[in-house]
């Protein structure tokens, strides 16, 4: 059996060592895109996100602003009916402001 030459089993350790490198940083590369499709997805996602979240804020917003609105008409409509004092009107205006945070800060479905 014939004794391999130690420069060609050198060399042959050296290419091993080259290709394996090679593997590496080519699984590298492959791994950095991999997570930036995934990134770039999350970040999608999260805008997304924010703008549901933006418009359900907005449809809030509109809904508590149409309430506020319907409450004001209708103690327009009691105080003129009525012949009240500063003070009732001013009780008056404390219990529907009450009543609209109240209903702004509460889960209660509209």
Do not use: F, K, N
Not at 12 to 26: F, G, K, P, S
Not at 31 to 36: D, K, M
Not at 74 to 91: F, K, N, Y
Request: proline fraction near 4%; charge should be negative; glycine fraction near 2%.
């Amino acid at each position: 059996m014939p004794v391999p030459e130690p420069d060609r089993t050198v060399a042959d350790a050296i290419d091993r060592v080259l290709e394996t490198e090679q593997a590496a940083a080519a699984a590298i590369l492959a791994a950095e895109e991999s997570a930036r499709t995934v990134i770039e997805a999350a970040r999608a996602t999260r805008r997304e996100v924010l703008e549901r979240a933006r418009q359900r804020v907005m449809r809030l917003h509109e809904r508590a602003e149409a309430r506020l609105a319907e409450r004001l008409a209708r103690l327009d409509v009691e105080i003129a009916g009525d012949d009240c004092s500063a003070a009732a009107s001013a009780d008056a205006a404390t219990g529907a402001l009450a009543a609209v945070a109240e209903r702004l800060t509460t889960d209660e479905p509209s």
